[in-house]
């Protein structure tokens, strides 16, 4: 069952912001790269450490702990094949931003 949650204003979300919320027991982030919302797990899959610290540059996410690079757009980790955060959908309402996961996570 797909859900939505809110996670802020547009402003909230400058070009290289992030803002992270947990749902459930996941943390979720929106990335703002160069004015592209990507809603993407926040967890890093090396130790779990949140990514909302890390940078952003080019559609790459990297973990501000041990380098860790994953493709925005995908999830995609470039340092480890086969590895990859869960995406999801964003949506922009008005000026407010959403968004939609599976409730099953």
Known sequence: MMSKIRMGKLSDFPPGSALEKRILARRVAIFNDNGTLYGIESDCKHMRASLVGGGVKDGVLTCKWH?????LSSGRCLNVKGVKLKRFEVTI??????LHYDRTI
Do not use: I, S
Not at 93 to 98: Q, Y
């Open 93 to 98: 309402d008005g000026d407010e931003v959403f």
């Open 67 to 71: 380098g860790w690079r994953y493709e």
